[in-house]
């Protein structure tokens, strides 16, 4: 792991495109302003690691264990891969 020391408004920049900048300082808390391009995805680590959990549990789901599932029928597609209208 990388340590860095940074104080108010100072910045780190991750490759070229990602910027952390130290926001505020309030006892034992940092605040930080992240700048990054939209196909980045940015969380807090706890909300990273529910979304993993979630993500994961739902691959396990078996289409039998879907009430219902077995009669949804896919809509017809057009031979460029369309769906019809």
């Known amino acids: 792991m990388l340590v ?13 495109d990602i910027e952390v900048t130290i926001v505020d300082i309030r006892g034992d808390k940092v605040r930080l302003g992240i700048n990054a391009p939209k196909e980045v995805s940015v969380h807090r680590k706890e909300v990273y690691d529910a979304i993993r959990r979630e993500n994961r549990a739902a691959a396990q789901v078996k289409p039998e264990d879907v009430p219902g599932l077995g009669s949804v029928v896919p809509a017809p597609r057009s031979a460029e891969g369309q769906e019809k209208k």
């Open 4 to 16: 860095l020391s940074r104080q108010r408004d100072e910045t780190i920049m991750i490759g070229d």
